[in-house]
């Protein structure tokens, strides 16, 4: 090929698809960022082949076999993807294809298999707030599941010894994004299997802040039937408060962060060390009323005794006594007679209380203060008479 | 043996009892003692031994309370068997975000 002002350039067409490649590679950015719908996406040879388009336009892929087995995500017909991909040019047919170093779910892929799984997990039972356990209150043993070393490990630890240092922790280490569902789901079972041996009370399920799609993994539908299943009360703590997974759906308890799901589980030392001063003072009171009142029944007994001695007993009887024989006075003929009155008896002896009872010539008693005298009735006065007079 | 020292011992008896309670057993032993006083099935008599025994339970719990050592235990996630104790968790040699 000759080049020259002056002339069209002529190439052979292995020498123009050589200039192609050639330009290509000065001139465009060795990666990039794309972001595409898949369209067809096929397996050759251990290689994934696929279109990425916009809906307009559209570009060849592919993912060499290398880095497949590599991938988090293995994209479906129509998913939203970003692909870190650099241009591949091949010379001998002048055809480009861009080379996918990674793949990643976009944001709407994500949230339509969380759409889809929840609906699966809703229609089944495996979500229902009804089948939610209540936390142990004072845990033994908790078993913390996240990625190790972690800041949110980290965060969850000084948590554990700020709120509730008696509980003994046991840090999993587990991949927390990509394909690792499977590994999860291992651990996950293993524990169940173990969670007597260990005394574990709870799992907590956690992983620190992130992009939606870093969460994928606990969207899952086969780990989050686990999670649904293992035997202890299970707490997550994935990502920011305003993510929401799968997982956080069958748990037990969702909290918002890593250090809000050991706030969950936990109780507050300060709150405990507040109630035992309560119980402190409680038992001082208790010891205070008891020996107050104790002291009063003993009182009272003292008093009650002190009412049943001889001499006030005496002395009651006698008090008794005077009263009646005050009564007996104040009823006793002797004080009429003493004012003036007299009480009159026939023969018998019989009380005389009206005229008609007695006749001319009856001899009557007649009893006075200082004396009895004898009298014939020589004239008797009915009331009549005397009114008529 | 004097009545200071029987008491003594008693206490001793009582720490030895409640050393291996866990904070919620301890807190129920506790609470199981403050019944029995409120409800008066205590004797007078008793009254002084049984405050003193709710007394080492309390300093029991509170002491286990004060604590600040963490059981951290990391586990091997394939065969869930102790690999080191996080000694220092709030200064990981390597961090990541997730």
Same mark, same amino acid.
Request: glycine share 6%; with cysteine; proline share 5%.
């Given at each position: 090929?000759?080049?020259?002002?002056?002339?069209?350039?002529?190439?052979? =067409?292995?020498?123009?698809?050589?200039?192609?490649?050639?330009?290509?590679?000065?001139?465009?950015?060795?990666?990039?960022?794309?972001?595409?719908?898949?369209?067809?996406?096929?397996?050759?040879?251990?290689?994934?082949?696929?279109?990425?388009?916009?809906?307009?336009?559209?570009?060849?892929?592919?993912?060499?076999?290398?880095?497949?087995?590599?991938?988090?995500?293995?994209?479906?017909?129509?998913?939203?993807?970003?692909?870190?991909?650099?241009?591949?040019?091949?010379?001998?047919?002048?055809?480009?294809?861009?080379?996918?170093?990674?793949?990643?779910?976009?944001?709407?892929?994500?949230?339509?298999?969380?759409?889809?799984?929840?609906?699966?997990?809703?229609?089944?039972?495996?979500?229902?707030?009804?089948?939610?356990?209540?936390?142990?209150?004072?845990?033994?043993?908790?078993?913390?599941?996240?990625?190790?070393?972690?800041?949110?490990?980290?965060?969850?630890?000084?948590?554990?010894?700020?709120?509730?240092?008696?509980?003994?922790?046991?840090?999993?280490?587990?991949?927390?994004?990509?394909?690792?569902?499977?590994?999860?789901?291992?651990?996950?079972?293993?524990?169940?299997?173990?969670?007597?041996?260990?005394?574990?009370?709870?799992?907590?399920?956690?992983?620190?802040?992130?992009?939606?799609?870093?969460?994928?993994?606990?969207?899952?539908?086969?780990?989050?039937?686990?999670?649904?299943?293992?035997?202890?009360?299970?707490?997550?703590?994935?990502?920011?408060?305003?993510?929401?997974?799968?997982?956080?759906?069958?748990?037990?308890?969702?909290?918002?962060?890593?250090?809000?799901?050991?706030?969950?589980?936990?109780?507050?030392?300060?709150?405990?060390?507040?109630?035992?001063?309560?119980?402190?003072?409680?038992?001082?009171?208790?010891?205070?009323?008891?020996?107050?009142?104790?002291?009063?029944?003993?009182?009272?007994?003292?008093?009650?005794?002190?009412?049943?001695?001889?001499?006030?007993?005496?002395?009651?009887?006698?008090?008794?006594?005077?009263?009646?024989?005050?009564?007996?006075?104040?009823?006793?003929?002797?004080?009429?007679?003493?004012?003036?009155?007299?009480?009159?008896?026939?023969?018998?002896?019989?009380?005389?209380?009206? =005229?008609?009872?007695?006749?001319?010539?009856?001899?009557?008693?007649?009893?006075?203060?200082?004396?009895?005298?004898?009298?014939?009735?020589?004239?008797?006065?009915?009331?009549?008479?005397?009114?008529?007079? | 043996?004097?009545?200071?020292?029987?008491?003594?011992?008693?206490?001793?008896?009582?720490?030895?009892?409640?050393?291996?309670?866990?904070?919620?057993?301890?807190?129920?032993?506790?609470?199981?003692?403050?019944?029995?006083?409120?409800?008066?099935?205590?004797?007078?008599?008793?009254?002084?031994?049984?405050?003193?025994?709710?007394?080492?339970?309390?300093?029991?719990?509170?002491?286990?309370?004060?604590?600040?050592?963490?059981?951290?235990?990391?586990?091997?996630?394939?065969?869930?068997?102790?690999?080191?104790?996080?000694?220092?968790?709030?200064?990981?040699?390597?961090?990541?975000?997730?």
């Amino acid at each position: 090929m000759t080049l020259s002002a002056d002339r069209i350039p002529t190439y052979s =067409v292995g020498e123009l698809n050589t200039a192609i490649g050639s330009l290509l590679e000065r001139g465009f950015a060795p990666r990039f960022l794309l972001e595409a719908t898949v369209s067809r996406p096929q397996v050759k040879k251990g290689h994934l082949w696929l279109t990425l388009t916009d809906g307009t336009a559209s570009v060849s892929g592919v993912v060499w076999a290398s880095r497949l087995s590599q991938l988090s995500y293995r994209p479906s017909d129509g998913d939203g993807v970003t692909v870190v991909g650099k241009l591949n040019f091949w010379a001998a047919r002048a055809s480009i294809t861009v080379q996918a170093l990674d793949i990643r779910p976009s944001l709407s892929t994500v949230l339509r298999q969380f759409e889809q799984v929840r609906q699966r997990l809703e229609e089944q039972g495996v979500i229902n707030p009804g089948r939610q356990r209540s936390l142990p209150t004072q845990p033994t043993t908790l078993a913390l599941l996240t990625s190790v070393p972690s800041s949110a490990l980290a965060d969850m630890l000084r948590t554990g010894r700020e709120r509730w240092p008696m509980t003994r922790l046991l840090v999993i280490p587990i991949p927390v994004q990509g394909p690792v569902a499977d590994q999860i789901i291992n651990v996950l079972n293993r524990l169940a299997e173990r969670c007597d041996a260990l005394a574990v009370d709870g799992l907590v399920l956690a992983r620190g802040g992130g992009s939606r799609e870093d969460l994928a993994v606990f969207d899952d539908e086969a780990l989050c039937r686990c999670l649904a299943q293992f035997p202890r009360p299970v707490v997550t703590g994935i990502g920011h408060e305003d993510d929401l997974t799968i997982a956080d759906l069958v748990a037990d308890h969702r909290a918002a962060t890593p250090t809000a799901a050991m706030v969950a589980c936990l109780p507050d030392r300060d709150s405990a060390e507040r109630s035992l001063q309560n119980r402190r003072q409680r038992m001082k009171d208790l010891v205070g009323w008891r020996i107050t009142r104790d002291r009063q029944r003993l009182n009272d007994r003292r008093s009650l005794l002190a009412q049943q001695s001889p001499l006030k007993r005496l002395r009651q009887l006698q008090d008794d006594l005077h009263q009646k024989r005050d009564l007996l006075r104040a009823l006793s003929p002797s004080r009429w007679l003493q004012r003036g009155l007299a009480l009159l008896t026939n023969d018998a002896g019989e009380a005389l209380s009206a =005229v008609t009872s007695i006749k001319v010539g009856d001899r009557i008693m007649v009893q006075m203060n200082d004396g009895e005298l004898e009298t014939d009735v020589q004239v008797i006065r009915p009331a009549s008479d005397q009114s008529k007079s | 043996m004097t009545r200071a020292k029987t008491k003594a011992s008693q206490i001793k008896a009582w720490k030895k009892d409640i050393a291996g309670l866990t904070y919620e057993e301890a807190t129920q032993a506790l609470d199981l003692i403050l019944a029995e006083l409120q409800s008066d099935s205590v004797p007078i008599a008793d009254l002084q031994d049984r405050v003193l025994h709710g007394e080492v339970v309390l300093d029991h719990c509170e002491a286990l309370l004060r604590s600040v050592e963490q059981s951290v235990l990391q586990l091997d996630p394939d065969s869930l068997i102790e690999t080191s104790s996080l000694t220092d968790p709030n200064n990981p040699t390597e961090l990541n975000n997730a």
